[in-house]
Protein backbone atom coordinates (compact mmCIF):
# COMPACT_ATOMS: atom_id res chain seq x y z
CA UNK A 1 0.00 0.00 0.00
CA UNK A 2 3.07 2.15 1.23
CA UNK A 3 4.66 1.58 -2.06
CA UNK A 4 1.37 2.34 -4.39
CA UNK A 5 0.96 5.64 -2.48
CA UNK A 6 4.31 6.29 -3.92
CA UNK A 7 3.62 5.49 -7.04
CA UNK A 8 0.92 7.89 -7.50
CA UNK A 9 3.19 10.50 -5.69
CA UNK A 10 5.74 10.63 -7.92
CA UNK A 11 2.95 10.37 -11.08
CA UNK A 12 1.39 13.59 -9.44
CA UNK A 13 5.04 15.05 -9.26
CA UNK A 14 5.83 14.59 -12.82
CA UNK A 15 2.39 15.75 -14.27
CA UNK A 16 2.96 18.99 -12.37
CA UNK A 17 6.40 19.43 -13.35
CA UNK A 18 4.95 19.14 -17.12
CA UNK A 19 1.85 21.64 -16.38
CA UNK A 20 4.66 24.01 -15.00
CA UNK A 21 7.12 23.97 -17.73
CA UNK A 22 4.19 24.67 -19.98
CA UNK A 23 3.01 27.84 -18.54
CA UNK A 24 4.20 31.19 -18.20
CA UNK A 25 3.44 34.31 -17.56
CA UNK A 26 0.52 36.07 -19.56
CA UNK A 27 2.95 39.26 -19.75
CA UNK A 28 5.67 37.26 -21.31
CA UNK A 29 3.50 34.96 -23.84
CA UNK A 30 2.38 38.34 -25.17
CA UNK A 31 5.06 40.24 -26.04
CA UNK A 32 7.92 37.95 -25.08
CA UNK A 33 9.94 38.99 -28.41
CA UNK A 34 8.71 42.31 -28.04
CA UNK A 35 11.58 44.78 -28.10
CA UNK A 36 9.25 47.30 -26.63
CA UNK A 37 9.79 44.83 -23.06
CA UNK A 38 13.13 46.68 -23.01
CA UNK A 39 12.04 50.34 -22.80
CA UNK A 40 9.79 52.18 -20.61
CA UNK A 41 6.35 54.41 -20.91
CA UNK A 42 8.43 57.37 -21.75
CA UNK A 43 10.34 56.06 -24.51
CA UNK A 44 8.06 53.50 -26.25
CA UNK A 45 5.33 56.39 -26.51
CA UNK A 46 7.39 58.96 -28.11
CA UNK A 47 9.21 56.04 -30.31
CA UNK A 48 5.72 55.67 -32.07
CA UNK A 49 5.04 58.37 -34.56
CA UNK A 50 1.04 58.66 -34.21
CA UNK A 51 1.33 59.40 -30.64
CA UNK A 52 4.11 61.80 -30.33
CA UNK A 53 1.83 64.98 -29.34
CA UNK A 54 0.76 63.21 -26.44
CA UNK A 55 4.73 62.80 -26.04
CA UNK A 56 4.82 66.32 -26.62
CA UNK A 57 2.40 66.93 -23.34
CA UNK A 58 3.83 64.55 -21.64
CA UNK A 59 7.21 66.32 -21.48
CA UNK A 60 5.50 69.55 -21.00
CA UNK A 61 3.81 68.55 -17.71
CA UNK A 62 6.60 66.48 -16.41
CA UNK A 63 4.58 62.84 -16.60
CA UNK A 64 7.87 62.01 -19.41
CA UNK A 65 9.59 61.35 -15.71
CA UNK A 66 6.88 59.74 -13.76
CA UNK A 67 6.41 56.98 -17.03
CA UNK A 68 10.24 56.27 -16.30
CA UNK A 69 9.58 55.24 -12.94
CA UNK A 70 9.98 51.51 -12.18
CA UNK A 71 6.08 51.62 -11.16
CA UNK A 72 3.35 50.11 -13.01
CA UNK A 73 1.21 52.08 -15.09
CA UNK A 74 -1.54 52.04 -17.86
CA UNK A 75 -1.47 54.77 -20.45
CA UNK A 76 -3.96 55.73 -22.33
CA UNK A 77 -2.56 57.43 -25.28
CA UNK A 78 -4.93 59.71 -27.75
CA UNK A 79 -3.43 59.80 -31.59
CA UNK A 80 -1.91 62.99 -32.91
CA UNK A 81 -5.05 63.07 -35.06
CA UNK A 82 -7.03 62.82 -31.50
CA UNK A 83 -4.82 65.50 -30.08
CA UNK A 84 -5.45 68.33 -32.61
CA UNK A 85 -9.36 68.22 -31.41
CA UNK A 86 -8.27 69.01 -27.86
CA UNK A 87 -9.05 72.56 -27.41
CA UNK A 88 -6.41 74.82 -27.09
CA UNK A 89 -7.85 76.26 -23.90
CA UNK A 90 -6.14 73.18 -22.20
CA UNK A 91 -3.20 72.82 -24.35
CA UNK A 92 -2.20 76.46 -23.63
CA UNK A 93 -2.95 76.19 -19.89
CA UNK A 94 -0.50 74.78 -17.49
CA UNK A 95 -2.81 73.60 -14.61
CA UNK A 96 -5.36 72.57 -17.55
CA UNK A 97 -2.92 70.58 -19.64
CA UNK A 98 -1.66 68.71 -16.26
CA UNK A 99 -5.38 67.37 -15.50
CA UNK A 100 -5.98 66.24 -19.09
CA UNK A 101 -2.80 63.85 -19.21
CA UNK A 102 -3.37 63.35 -15.98
CA UNK A 103 -6.91 61.78 -17.12
CA UNK A 104 -5.09 59.57 -19.67
CA UNK A 105 -2.85 57.86 -16.85
CA UNK A 106 -3.32 55.08 -13.53
CA UNK A 107 -1.65 53.09 -11.80
CA UNK A 108 -1.40 48.62 -12.25
CA UNK A 109 -1.52 47.47 -15.64
CA UNK A 110 -5.31 46.65 -17.33
CA UNK A 111 -5.30 44.74 -20.22
CA UNK A 112 -7.81 44.66 -22.91
CA UNK A 113 -8.51 41.21 -21.91
CA UNK A 114 -10.18 41.00 -18.55
CA UNK A 115 -12.29 38.82 -16.28
CA UNK A 116 -15.06 41.67 -15.96
CA UNK A 117 -16.52 43.07 -19.14
CA UNK A 118 -16.86 46.35 -17.86
CA UNK A 119 -14.35 47.61 -14.93
CA UNK A 120 -14.65 51.05 -13.68
CA UNK A 121 -10.89 52.81 -13.20
CA UNK A 122 -9.23 55.59 -11.22
CA UNK A 123 -7.41 57.80 -13.15
CA UNK A 124 -4.33 60.30 -11.73
CA UNK A 125 -6.91 63.10 -12.45
CA UNK A 126 -9.18 61.62 -9.49
CA UNK A 127 -11.78 60.80 -11.97
CA UNK A 128 -13.27 57.21 -12.68
CA UNK A 129 -13.33 56.00 -16.27
CA UNK A 130 -15.15 52.96 -17.59
CA UNK A 131 -13.33 50.50 -19.59
CA UNK A 132 -16.15 48.45 -21.21
CA UNK A 133 -15.40 45.54 -23.05
CA UNK A 134 -12.17 45.55 -25.13
CA UNK A 135 -11.99 48.31 -27.52
CA UNK A 136 -13.76 51.28 -25.47
CA UNK A 137 -12.40 53.14 -22.67
CA UNK A 138 -15.40 56.09 -21.69
CA UNK A 139 -16.56 57.12 -24.29
CA UNK A 140 -12.85 56.93 -26.48
CA UNK A 141 -12.31 53.85 -28.96
CA UNK A 142 -9.00 52.33 -28.66
CA UNK A 143 -7.95 51.22 -31.71
CA UNK A 144 -4.33 49.68 -30.97
CA UNK A 145 -4.53 47.58 -27.61
CA UNK A 146 -1.90 45.86 -25.39
CA UNK A 147 1.27 47.62 -25.99
CA UNK A 148 3.25 46.25 -23.25
CA UNK A 149 6.95 47.78 -22.15
CA UNK A 150 8.89 47.29 -18.97
CA UNK A 151 6.86 49.49 -16.91
CA UNK A 152 4.07 48.83 -18.11
CA UNK A 153 0.77 49.03 -21.06
CA UNK A 154 -0.65 51.48 -23.63
CA UNK A 155 -3.85 51.48 -25.37
CA UNK A 156 -3.90 53.58 -28.85
CA UNK A 157 -7.43 55.80 -28.48
CA UNK A 158 -9.00 57.57 -31.52
CA UNK A 159 -10.37 59.94 -28.83
CA UNK A 160 -8.75 62.28 -26.25
CA UNK A 161 -10.11 61.15 -22.54
CA UNK A 162 -10.68 65.09 -22.07
CA UNK A 163 -11.51 65.44 -18.02
CA UNK A 164 -15.36 65.79 -18.21
CA UNK A 165 -17.08 68.23 -15.05
CA UNK A 166 -18.87 66.13 -12.29
CA UNK A 167 -22.80 66.77 -11.74
CA UNK A 168 -21.89 69.37 -8.94
CA UNK A 169 -19.15 71.40 -10.83
CA UNK A 170 -22.42 71.45 -13.75
CA UNK A 171 -24.45 72.68 -11.10
CA UNK A 172 -22.23 75.07 -10.15
CA UNK A 173 -21.24 76.32 -13.57
CA UNK A 174 -25.28 76.64 -14.54
CA UNK A 175 -25.92 78.44 -11.13
CA UNK A 176 -26.63 82.16 -13.22
CA UNK A 177 -28.69 80.69 -15.99
CA UNK A 178 -30.89 78.08 -14.33
CA UNK A 179 -32.69 78.75 -11.40
CA UNK A 180 -32.79 74.90 -10.02
CA UNK A 181 -28.94 74.62 -10.05
CA UNK A 182 -28.92 78.40 -8.55
CA UNK A 183 -31.26 77.22 -5.54
CA UNK A 184 -28.73 73.98 -4.72
CA UNK A 185 -25.67 76.05 -5.29
CA UNK A 186 -27.77 78.73 -2.54
CA UNK A 187 -27.75 75.45 0.14
CA UNK A 188 -24.19 75.64 0.36
CA UNK A 189 -24.78 78.62 2.48
CA UNK A 190 -28.45 77.89 3.57
CA UNK A 191 -29.05 75.51 6.25
CA UNK A 192 -32.42 73.19 6.40
CA UNK A 193 -31.34 71.45 9.06
CA UNK A 194 -29.29 72.00 12.32
CA UNK A 195 -26.75 69.53 11.95
CA UNK A 196 -25.70 71.28 8.43
CA UNK A 197 -24.60 74.92 10.25
CA UNK A 198 -22.16 72.42 12.51
CA UNK A 199 -20.92 71.03 9.58
CA UNK A 200 -20.29 74.15 8.15
CA UNK A 201 -18.22 75.32 10.97
CA UNK A 202 -15.96 72.55 10.91
CA UNK A 203 -15.37 72.48 7.06
CA UNK A 204 -11.70 72.87 5.77
CA UNK A 205 -12.17 75.03 2.60
CA UNK A 206 -10.97 73.12 -0.97
CA UNK A 207 -12.64 71.57 -3.99
CA UNK A 208 -14.52 69.17 -1.84
CA UNK A 209 -15.80 71.50 0.80
CA UNK A 210 -19.12 71.45 -0.81
CA UNK A 211 -19.84 67.49 -0.12
CA UNK A 212 -19.89 68.69 3.39
CA UNK A 213 -20.94 72.12 4.11
CA UNK A 214 -24.20 71.97 1.37
CA UNK A 215 -26.92 70.78 2.71
CA UNK A 216 -28.03 69.03 -0.46
CA UNK A 217 -24.83 67.21 -0.69
CA UNK A 218 -25.43 66.27 3.13
CA UNK A 219 -28.70 64.90 3.09
CA UNK A 220 -29.46 63.81 -0.22
CA UNK A 221 -26.94 62.14 -2.08
CA UNK A 222 -23.11 63.71 -2.49
CA UNK A 223 -23.06 64.70 -6.26
CA UNK A 224 -19.46 66.37 -6.09
CA UNK A 225 -18.39 62.84 -5.18
CA UNK A 226 -16.54 60.93 -8.37
CA UNK A 227 -16.31 57.45 -7.06
CA UNK A 228 -20.64 56.95 -7.85
CA UNK A 229 -22.83 57.72 -10.67
CA UNK A 230 -25.88 59.60 -10.13
CA UNK A 231 -28.63 61.00 -12.20
CA UNK A 232 -30.35 64.22 -11.67
CA UNK A 233 -33.51 65.81 -13.51
CA UNK A 234 -32.54 69.60 -13.67
CA UNK A 235 -35.73 71.31 -14.61
CA UNK A 236 -35.91 74.63 -16.37
CA UNK A 237 -37.31 77.79 -14.87
CA UNK A 238 -40.98 77.09 -15.68
CA UNK A 239 -40.98 73.82 -14.64
CA UNK A 240 -38.81 74.21 -11.39
CA UNK A 241 -41.05 77.23 -10.29
CA UNK A 242 -44.51 75.08 -10.94
CA UNK A 243 -43.08 72.08 -9.04
CA UNK A 244 -42.24 74.47 -5.93
CA UNK A 245 -45.51 76.79 -5.81
CA UNK A 246 -47.63 73.29 -5.50
CA UNK A 247 -45.70 72.43 -2.36
CA UNK A 248 -45.74 75.75 -0.79
CA UNK A 249 -49.52 75.27 1.10
CA UNK A 250 -47.78 72.24 2.48
CA UNK A 251 -44.42 73.71 3.41
CA UNK A 252 -45.69 76.80 5.34
CA UNK A 253 -42.91 78.15 8.03
CA UNK A 254 -42.78 81.37 10.40
CA UNK A 255 -41.99 83.13 7.11
CA UNK A 256 -42.56 83.73 3.31
CA UNK A 257 -38.26 83.28 2.45
CA UNK A 258 -38.32 80.10 4.92
CA UNK A 259 -41.39 78.86 3.09
CA UNK A 260 -39.71 79.29 -0.16
CA UNK A 261 -36.83 77.79 1.21
CA UNK A 262 -38.49 74.56 1.92
CA UNK A 263 -40.47 74.15 -0.90
CA UNK A 264 -37.21 74.57 -3.00
CA UNK A 265 -35.43 71.81 -0.99
CA UNK A 266 -38.37 69.27 -0.41
CA UNK A 267 -38.61 69.78 -4.53
CA UNK A 268 -35.35 69.75 -5.61
CA UNK A 269 -34.28 66.73 -3.06
CA UNK A 270 -36.76 64.31 -5.10
CA UNK A 271 -34.75 65.11 -8.63
CA UNK A 272 -31.64 62.89 -7.68
CA UNK A 273 -31.03 59.41 -7.76
CA UNK A 274 -28.05 56.50 -7.25
CA UNK A 275 -27.77 55.12 -10.53
CA UNK A 276 -26.95 56.96 -14.03
CA UNK A 277 -29.51 56.07 -16.39
CA UNK A 278 -29.39 56.28 -19.82
CA UNK A 279 -32.33 57.18 -21.94
CA UNK A 280 -33.13 53.34 -23.02
CA UNK A 281 -32.99 52.57 -19.48
CA UNK A 282 -35.01 55.15 -17.93
CA UNK A 283 -38.31 53.50 -16.24
CA UNK A 284 -41.53 55.13 -16.04
CA UNK A 285 -41.25 55.89 -12.69
CA UNK A 286 -38.41 56.46 -10.05
CA UNK A 287 -38.39 56.38 -6.00
CA UNK A 288 -36.48 58.50 -4.40
CA UNK A 289 -34.63 57.37 -1.12
CA UNK A 290 -37.29 59.62 0.70
CA UNK A 291 -40.11 57.57 -1.03
CA UNK A 292 -41.43 59.96 -2.99
CA UNK A 293 -42.48 58.13 -6.66
CA UNK A 294 -41.38 60.63 -9.65
CA UNK A 295 -43.34 59.76 -12.73
CA UNK A 296 -40.86 59.85 -16.03
CA UNK A 297 -41.71 61.75 -19.25
CA UNK A 298 -39.57 61.11 -21.48
CA UNK A 299 -40.95 63.73 -23.67
CA UNK A 300 -39.93 66.38 -21.58
CA UNK A 301 -36.52 65.86 -21.87
CA UNK A 302 -34.69 69.01 -23.77
CA UNK A 303 -30.98 67.51 -23.59
CA UNK A 304 -28.79 64.66 -21.92
CA UNK A 305 -25.19 65.71 -20.55
CA UNK A 306 -22.88 63.13 -19.52
CA UNK A 307 -20.82 63.91 -17.02
CA UNK A 308 -17.82 61.88 -15.16
CA UNK A 309 -20.36 60.91 -12.41
CA UNK A 310 -23.42 60.38 -14.33
CA UNK A 311 -25.98 61.78 -16.28
CA UNK A 312 -27.80 65.44 -15.93
CA UNK A 313 -31.01 65.24 -18.00
CA UNK A 314 -32.32 68.94 -18.74
CA UNK A 315 -36.04 68.98 -18.52
CA UNK A 316 -39.06 70.99 -19.18
CA UNK A 317 -40.14 69.86 -16.29
CA UNK A 318 -40.97 66.94 -13.86
CA UNK A 319 -44.66 67.03 -12.76
CA UNK A 320 -44.93 65.15 -9.97
CA UNK A 321 -48.28 64.82 -7.72
CA UNK A 322 -48.89 66.46 -4.84
CA UNK A 323 -49.80 62.99 -3.23
CA UNK A 324 -47.01 61.49 -4.07
CA UNK A 325 -44.82 64.17 -2.50
CA UNK A 326 -46.66 63.81 0.48
CA UNK A 327 -45.41 60.84 2.03
CA UNK A 328 -46.52 59.18 5.20
CA UNK A 329 -44.63 59.09 8.29
CA UNK A 330 -43.97 56.05 10.12
CA UNK A 331 -42.71 55.94 13.65
CA UNK A 332 -41.62 52.10 15.06
CA UNK A 333 -42.64 51.42 18.88
CA UNK A 334 -39.58 50.35 19.87
CA UNK A 335 -37.35 53.28 18.29
CA UNK A 336 -38.87 55.30 21.41
CA UNK A 337 -36.72 58.76 22.64
CA UNK A 338 -37.36 59.04 26.22
CA UNK A 339 -39.35 57.65 28.79
CA UNK A 340 -41.55 60.31 31.36
CA UNK A 341 -40.76 60.12 34.15
CA UNK A 342 -37.30 60.43 33.17
CA UNK A 343 -36.20 59.52 36.20
CA UNK A 344 -37.14 56.33 39.04
CA UNK A 345 -39.00 54.03 36.41
CA UNK A 346 -38.95 50.46 36.92
CA UNK A 347 -36.73 49.59 33.04
CA UNK A 348 -37.48 45.93 34.08
CA UNK A 349 -40.95 46.47 33.16
CA UNK A 350 -39.93 47.50 29.43
CA UNK A 351 -39.52 44.89 26.79
CA UNK A 352 -38.60 45.33 23.17
CA UNK A 353 -40.09 42.79 21.69
CA UNK A 354 -39.38 40.43 18.37
CA UNK A 355 -42.38 38.73 17.74
CA UNK A 356 -44.32 36.84 14.83
CA UNK A 357 -47.73 37.50 14.08
CA UNK A 358 -50.62 34.71 13.08
CA UNK A 359 -49.59 35.34 9.35
CA UNK A 360 -45.85 34.41 10.22
CA UNK A 361 -44.75 37.99 9.69
CA UNK A 362 -42.28 39.39 12.25
CA UNK A 363 -41.82 42.84 14.02
CA UNK A 364 -40.38 44.50 16.42
CA UNK A 365 -42.15 46.62 19.29
CA UNK A 366 -42.13 47.98 22.93
CA UNK A 367 -44.54 47.14 25.79
CA UNK A 368 -44.46 48.36 29.32
CA UNK A 369 -46.19 46.21 32.16
CA UNK A 370 -46.40 45.83 35.77
CA UNK A 371 -45.93 48.96 36.66
CA UNK A 372 -46.42 50.20 40.46
CA UNK A 373 -43.47 52.22 41.56
CA UNK A 374 -43.40 55.67 39.20
CA UNK A 375 -47.21 56.78 40.19
CA UNK A 376 -50.55 56.39 37.89
CA UNK A 377 -49.00 57.97 34.94
CA UNK A 378 -46.38 56.93 32.32
CA UNK A 379 -45.07 58.03 29.32
CA UNK A 380 -43.26 56.34 26.10
CA UNK A 381 -41.92 59.18 24.25
CA UNK A 382 -41.48 60.07 20.30
CA UNK A 383 -40.20 62.45 17.69
CA UNK A 384 -40.83 63.16 14.23
CA UNK A 385 -39.20 65.20 11.63
CA UNK A 386 -39.81 66.51 8.57
CA UNK A 387 -43.82 66.77 8.81
CA UNK A 388 -45.91 69.00 6.12
CA UNK A 389 -48.21 71.67 6.93
CA UNK A 390 -51.94 70.17 6.73
CA UNK A 391 -54.38 67.57 8.18
CA UNK A 392 -52.69 63.97 9.35
CA UNK A 393 -54.61 60.59 9.88
CA UNK A 394 -53.10 58.61 12.42
CA UNK A 395 -53.17 54.87 12.95
CA UNK A 396 -51.49 52.51 15.24
CA UNK A 397 -50.96 48.91 15.45
CA UNK A 398 -50.55 48.00 19.39
CA UNK A 399 -50.46 44.28 20.05
CA UNK A 400 -52.18 43.38 23.48
CA UNK A 401 -51.28 39.57 22.98
CA UNK A 402 -49.84 38.32 26.70
CA UNK A 403 -53.17 39.83 29.02
CA UNK A 404 -56.03 38.25 29.47
CA UNK A 405 -57.60 41.83 29.81
CA UNK A 406 -58.11 45.06 27.78
CA UNK A 407 -56.38 48.39 28.81
CA UNK A 408 -56.65 51.61 27.40
CA UNK A 409 -53.60 54.11 26.01
CA UNK A 410 -53.71 57.31 24.68
CA UNK A 411 -51.47 59.31 22.65
CA UNK A 412 -51.03 62.86 22.51
CA UNK A 413 -49.12 64.67 19.58
CA UNK A 414 -46.95 67.77 20.75
CA UNK A 415 -46.77 66.99 23.94
CA UNK A 416 -46.25 70.25 26.44
CA UNK A 417 -44.96 69.15 30.02
CA UNK A 418 -45.80 71.83 32.89
CA UNK A 419 -43.56 72.05 35.76
CA UNK A 420 -45.06 70.15 38.14
CA UNK A 421 -45.23 67.01 35.62
CA UNK A 422 -48.24 67.01 34.68
CA UNK A 423 -49.38 67.71 30.67
CA UNK A 424 -50.90 71.21 29.45
CA UNK A 425 -53.37 70.17 27.45
CA UNK A 426 -54.50 73.63 25.93
CA UNK A 427 -51.31 73.67 24.60
CA UNK A 428 -50.05 70.16 23.20
CA UNK A 429 -50.65 69.90 19.90
CA UNK A 430 -53.05 67.24 19.90
CA UNK A 431 -54.59 64.70 22.97
CA UNK A 432 -56.67 61.98 21.59
CA UNK A 433 -58.83 60.41 23.79
CA UNK A 434 -58.09 57.11 25.86
CA UNK A 435 -58.67 53.95 23.41
CA UNK A 436 -58.95 50.41 23.79
CA UNK A 437 -55.99 48.02 23.20
CA UNK A 438 -58.49 44.95 22.35
CA UNK A 439 -57.01 41.50 22.77
CA UNK A 440 -54.89 40.18 19.86
CA UNK A 441 -55.58 42.36 17.30
CA UNK A 442 -52.82 43.10 14.47
CA UNK A 443 -54.64 44.93 12.50
CA UNK A 444 -53.79 49.11 12.11
CA UNK A 445 -56.38 51.15 14.25
CA UNK A 446 -57.42 54.55 13.43
CA UNK A 447 -56.91 56.98 16.24
CA UNK A 448 -58.04 60.17 14.59
CA UNK A 449 -56.54 62.98 13.15
CA UNK A 450 -55.19 65.95 14.06
CA UNK A 451 -54.04 69.41 12.06
CA UNK A 452 -50.25 70.90 11.67
CA UNK A 453 -50.07 74.85 11.10
CA UNK A 454 -46.59 75.10 10.13
CA UNK A 455 -44.09 72.63 8.66
CA UNK A 456 -41.32 71.03 10.51
CA UNK A 457 -40.77 68.52 13.60
CA UNK A 458 -43.11 67.30 16.28
CA UNK A 459 -40.43 67.33 19.07
CA UNK A 460 -42.12 64.97 21.25
CA UNK A 461 -45.11 62.23 20.92
CA UNK A 462 -45.88 60.97 23.87
CA UNK A 463 -47.86 57.26 24.61
CA UNK A 464 -49.48 57.78 27.87
CA UNK A 465 -50.53 54.32 30.02
CA UNK A 466 -54.19 54.94 31.89
CA UNK A 467 -54.13 57.05 35.39
CA UNK A 468 -54.45 53.96 37.54
CA UNK A 469 -51.74 51.89 39.73
CA UNK A 470 -53.81 48.96 39.22
CA UNK A 471 -51.41 45.92 37.67
CA UNK A 472 -52.55 45.08 33.61
CA UNK A 473 -54.84 48.45 33.75
CA UNK A 474 -51.34 50.80 33.03
CA UNK A 475 -49.64 48.86 30.34
CA UNK A 476 -48.50 50.22 27.39
CA UNK A 477 -48.08 49.09 23.91
CA UNK A 478 -47.21 49.65 20.83
CA UNK A 479 -45.48 48.32 16.95
CA UNK A 480 -46.19 51.61 15.22
CA UNK A 481 -47.69 54.74 14.56
CA UNK A 482 -48.43 55.81 11.18
CA UNK A 483 -49.24 59.79 10.19
CA UNK A 484 -50.87 59.73 6.88
CA UNK A 485 -50.87 63.26 5.49
CA UNK A 486 -53.72 64.45 3.32
CA UNK A 487 -54.17 66.31 0.49
CA UNK A 488 -55.66 69.72 0.76
Same mark, same amino acid.
Given at each position: ???????? &? &????????????????????????? @???????????????? *????????? &?????????????????? =??????????????????????????????????????????????? /????????? *????????? %??????? +???????????????????????????????????? +????????? @??? %??????????????? +?? /??????????????????????????????? &??????????? @???????????????????????????????????????????? %?????????????????????????????? %??????????????????????????? =?????????????????????????????????????????????????????????????????????? /???????????????????????????????? *?????????? *???????????????????
Amino acid at each position: MIALKLNY &K &KLFIGFLAIALASCSDPWDDRKSDD @ANLEINLTQAIANNPE *TSKFAEALV &KTGYDKVLKQSKTYTVFV =PTNDAMDKVSISILNNTDALVFFVQNHITLTAFSSVRDEPSEKIQMF /SNKFLVFKG *TNLIDDAPI %IDADNYV +SNGVFHILSKALTPKMNIWQFVNATGSSIEMSKYLK +SLTELNIYK @ADS %IAKLATVPGLYADSL +SN /SYLRNVYNLNNEKNRYTLFLMEDGGYTAEVD &KLKPYLVKNSA @ARTDTYSSYFTVRDMAFPKAYLPNELPSTLTTRFGVTVPIDKTQ %IVSQITLSNGIVYIMKKVDVPVANRLVTTK %IEGEKNTTFFPYTNYNRSTIFYRDKKD =PKGDLFNDIMQQHRVTEGPNFFINYTASDLYSTKYKVYWRAINDVQSNVYQQRLIVGTVFKTDGTIDLTT /SLMAFPYMNVELKIYDEVYIGEFSLPQAGNID *TISLVATATT *TVGNNSLTLDYLKFVPVVN
